[in-house]
């Protein structure tokens, strides 16, 4: 069965960092990307960052420079290290792999951003 699992969401505030990890199943070999997503209250589910295997990163404008998206490939995991957080930040953050086509998500973990 495959599984996303992550870890790491909270409470900080305004200014602080957190880090979220998600470790795929080993039903997920290599996949293509890996990458999280966040869905704030009452909006559409956005991407924040993916990589590739190779280590290809994209990021959304909002997250630039702030966040940190990386991968460990040997250990089917990424990690997003998020700095200088702000209460827009807040979500529910979701870990995403795209897989021989197949896309899979982890059930989300809350971040929340205290002013």
């Known amino acids: 069965q495959v599984q996303l699992k992550e870890s790491g969401g909270g409470l900080v505030q305004t200014g602080g960092s957190l880090r979220l990890s998600c470790a795929a199943s080993?039903?997920?070999?290599?996949?293509?990307?890996m990458g999280w997503y966040r869905q704030g209250p009452g909006k559409q589910r956005d991407l924040v960052a993916t990589?590739?295997?190779?280590?290809?990163?994209q990021y959304a404008d909002s997250v630039k420079g702030r966040f940190t998206i990386f991968r460990v490939n040997a250990l089917n995991t990424v990690s997003l290290e998020m700095n200088s957080l702000k209460p827009e930040d807040t979500a529910v953050y979701f870990c995403?792999?795209?897989?021989?086509?197949?896309?899979?998500w982890g059930q989300g973990t809350q971040v929340t951003v205290s002013s």
């Open positions: 990589i590739s295997g190779a280590g290809n990163t």
């Open positions: 995403n792999a795209v897989h021989i086509g197949t896309t899979y």
């Open positions: 080993a039903s997920i070999i290599s996949p293509s990307s």
